[in-house]
C-alpha cells in the first residue's frame, strides 16, 4: 500500500502515536520485514497459546501493551516505530520464563530448546542497527518476562516473592 499506513506506527510521545500502540504490530515496512516477523510470530505465538488460549491470549494482550507503552514513552523523538518484532521477542522470553515461573519440568524444557533455537535474537534487544527498533525487542521482551509471572499458574506466590511485606 506503498506505506500509507506507516503513520499509525507508534510515534514516541505524541498523541498520535498512542493508536500506534494498538496498530503497529500489524504494519511492516514491506515484504521482506513482514516475512521476516511471520515464521518466528507464528512458531512462539503457537507455543504462547499452547499451554491454554486465555492465558495465551492475556499474555499477548500483555506483551502487546507493555511493548508499545514502553516504545512511546523511551524511543527517540520525531521517530515511527512498526512491526511484530516486539511481539517476536515478548512471545520467545514469555515462553523461557513461563517454564520457570511455573516450575513445570515440560515447559522448562521447552523453554530451553526455544532458548536454543531463537535465543540468538536476543541481541536485538540492544541499540546497533540503524532503522532498527531495538526499544521495541527490548519492551517487547520485558512484556513477555511480565506476562509470564501475571498470567501463571503460580501468580500469588510469585508475586509474594518479588514484592515484599506482600502476603
Known amino acids: 500500500m506503498d506505506h500509507r499506513l506507516d503513520q ?27 516475512s521476516a516477523n511471520s515464521g518466528p510470530l507464528l512458531v512462539l505465538g503457537f507455543l504462547t497459546l499452547a499451554a491454554g488460549l486465555l492465558r495465551g491470549l492475556a499474555a499477548a494482550a500483555v506483551i502487546w501493551v507493555v511493548g508499545g507503552v ?11 516505530h512498526i512491526g511484530a ?19 513445570r519440568f515440560w515447559e522448562i524444557a521447552l523453554g530451553a530448546v526455544v532458548l536454543f533455537i531463537y535465543g540468538g535474537i536476543l541481541w536485538g534487544v540492544l541499540p546497533g542497527q540503524p532503522g532498527v527498533s531495538w526499544q521495541g525487542h527490548l519492551f517487547g521482551a520485558i512484556g513477555g518476562a511480565i506476562a509470564a509471572v501475571v498470567v501463571s499458574h503460580r501468580r500469588d506466590e510469585v508475586l509474594r516473592g518479588l514484592v515484599p511485606g506482600r502476603d
Open 8 to 34: 499509525y506506527g507508534v510515534q514516541p510521545r505524541s498523541d498520535e502515536g498512542l493508536l500506534g500502540i494498538l496498530l503497529a504490530p500489524l504494519l511492516h515496512g514491506g515484504w521482506d520485514h513482514l
Open 70 to 80: 514502553g516504545v512511546w514513552l523511551v524511543a527517540g523523538s520525531n521517530t515511527n
Open 85 to 103: 518484532s516486539g511481539l517476536v521477542f515478548g512471545f520467545l522470553v514469555y515462553v523461557v520464563v513461563r517454564g520457570v515461573v511455573n516450575r
